[in-house]
């Protein structure tokens, strides 16, 4: 750039002042032609309204700048010049000839003033142009080494410093840009260091600062979705969210999200989307979440012996070592190799600012759950009872279905605790809860009620004819259950009494203790037998009471 206008000050000062020098050469040269013919002009009109021409020729010719002046017969009807002599018409037939004494050396002298003309005009050009060459090349030097200096920024070289030897405004522009160099310098690599925390390996671009930038902004986004998954009310909403980034933010075609509950050694699909070529089942057969390490095939192919893709594979686990854990199956083509390794390490950034927030989530939800769970059933105890009853008696009114009540108490379960133990009392309670369970559906509720003592609430039941026969299909099944203690094998009946909401009363809690009376009904008639409450052991009740 510094040539290019350095040549175009050049050109512009050299041809402009050979133009001048031209013009003011033509200039001259016709201002002297103009002015000698003017004189012949004006002598040859003094003789044409002249009354006494003879005389007046005699007195042109005494002229001091006249050498001869003659009337001649006309050659032709043009203005004739010739080297020291100027002809001009006087009329028709006659034409006077003027020969001016210094008209030669008049013409040497125009010429002599047209070259010192020339002369003076270009060595005005080259002092012109070694003067502003002088004067300029300093800043062309500064501009030049400024368009280095910031080319090197953008690259993340901060070291390219601007120099100069003048001690005006320049001066000062260039310390001040040099401490500014400095000190970009200083926050550049504090900003990289830490971004290098954040996203470890992200990829950098020949333009450090564009990299820098793109960064800064994939840092802003992961810190908006921090900001919003902390008040999601569950880790279901924060994994929809990853999966909403995964597949529109990142264009992943091919991937599977597991979840492993690592007290209970469960791994749980979240979601699925493209081919299947890993399916783990048991926790421990994930090399990623046994290793704790980002699974690469592309580095060391078939790494995973339980991978069984096609093409490339990147597993990455995401945990901060407590309850739980997740992994990341990614699987891509060639092509796709690329574009995946190029946003690996902003997935991972994602997944490590989720994980925090997903550990704390199902931390408190797995509080929550053991404050409201039976710790030797796994059932929900009276707590959660508490919880939830008064909701579902609203729900149910709503819609106008029935909630089957079944209060159900262990017969003689006293003599297994005396006679065998607590503990073969304890395998009898789990095995009761077992059969509870693969008995109900998933939208009912199975509680330990308190001791040998459960309750099961069926939800949305049309009529009682179905309560009454969940409620014979548990007591038939745990009647026939085998229950191994202490090297013995036993079996145990069970008493239930059930009570029907709204039907038999529209108070919830009523409910529970009319199912009670039924229980109570059916322990001492005979036990291991279904009651249906009836209103007349109320008043049975209250005689006996």
Avoid at 203 to 209: F, I, V
Avoid at 495 to 513: H, L, M, N, Q, Y
Avoid at 516 to 541: C, M, Q, T, W
Wanted: glycine residues 4%; charged residues 25%; neutral net charge.
């Amino acid at each position: 750039m510094k040539k290019r206008i350095l040549i175009f000050i050049f050109l512009v000062i050299t041809v402009g002042g050979m133009l001048f020098t031209a013009f003011t050469a033509y200039r001259f040269s016709k201002i002297t032609d103009l002015a000698i013919k003017h004189s012949a002009e004006t002598i040859r009109d003094m003789y044409v309204y002249a009354t006494d021409k003879d005389s007046i020729l005699d007195i042109i010719k005494e002229m001091p700048n006249i050498d001869n002046v003659a009337i001649i017969k006309n050659i032709n009807k043009k203005d004739i010049k010739t080297p020291g002599n100027i002809i001009l018409p006087v009329n028709t037939e006659e034409s006077i000839l003027i020969k001016f004494k210094f008209l030669t050396e008049f013409e040497n002298e125009k010429y002599q003033v047209i070259l010192e003309t020339i002369i003076i005009n270009l060595l005005f050009i080259v002092i012109s142009n070694l003067l502003l060459n002088w004067l300029i090349t300093p800043y062309l030097n500064f501009f030049e080494e400024f368009k280095k200096s910031i080319k090197k920024a953008k690259m993340g070289i901060f070291s390219h410093k601007l120099h100069t030897k003048l001690k005006n405004e320049l001066h000062d522009v260039i310390e001040n840009y040099n401490l500014f160099l400095d000190q970009l310098h200083k926050n550049f690599l504090l900003l990289n260091k830490n971004l290098q925390i954040l996203i470890p390996h992200a990829p950098q671009k020949a333009d450090k600062l564009i990299s820098v930038q793109e960064n800064m902004e994939m840092l802003a986004n992961i810190n908006r979705f921090k900001k919003i998954i902390e008040e999601d009310a569950n880790i279901g909403e924060i994994y929809n969210r990853l999966i909403d980034i995964f597949e529109n933010k990142f264009n992943l075609n091919n991937f599977k999200l597991y979840a492993v509950l690592n007290q209970k050694q469960e791994i749980k699909v979240i979601y699925s989307k493209g081919d299947e070529c890993c399916d783990i089942n048991v926790p421990g057969l994930c090399r990623a979440y046994r290793t704790g390490k980002e699974i690469d095939s592309t580095k060391f192919p078939h790494i995973c012996s339980e991978c069984l893709c096609n093409n490339n594979y990147i597993c990455i686990p995401f945990s901060v070592g407590g309850t739980f854990t997740g992994i990341i199956n990614i699987n891509f083509t060639k092509e796709e190799e690329p574009h995946i390794k190029k946003i690996i390490p902003y997935l991972e950034a994602y997944l490590n600012e989720a994980a925090s927030i997903m550990e704390a989530k199902y931390t408190l939800n797995l509080m929550k759950q053991n404050s409201v769970t039976d710790q030797l059933t796994g059932l929900y105890n009276r707590r959660y009872l508490e919880e939830i009853l008064n909701k579902i008696a609203a729900t149910t009114i709503r819609g106008k279905a029935l909630i089957g009540i079944l209060l159900i108490d262990i017969d003689y379960f006293k003599k297994v605790n005396d006679t065998l133990g607590h503990d073969a009392g304890d395998e009898v309670l789990k095995e009761l809860s077992k059969v509870l369970v693969i008995s109900i559906r998933d939208s009912d509720f199975a509680i330990r009620f308190g001791g040998e003592e459960f309750l099961v609430i069926l939800q949305n039941v049309n009529d009682e004819h179905a309560i009454l026969k969940v409620a014979e299909k548990i007591r038939t099944t745990f009647e026939t259950t085998k229950i191994a203690v202490s090297g013995k094998t036993l079996t145990k009946t069970v008493s239930i009494g059930v009570s029907v909401f709204p039907t038999d009363t529209k108070k919830i809690w009523e409910a529970i203790k009319y199912a009670d009376l039924a229980l109570y009904e059916a322990k001492h008639s005979g036990r291991n037998k279904v009651v249906r409450f009836d209103p007349h052991l109320i008043e049975k009740s209250n005689y006996q009471s």
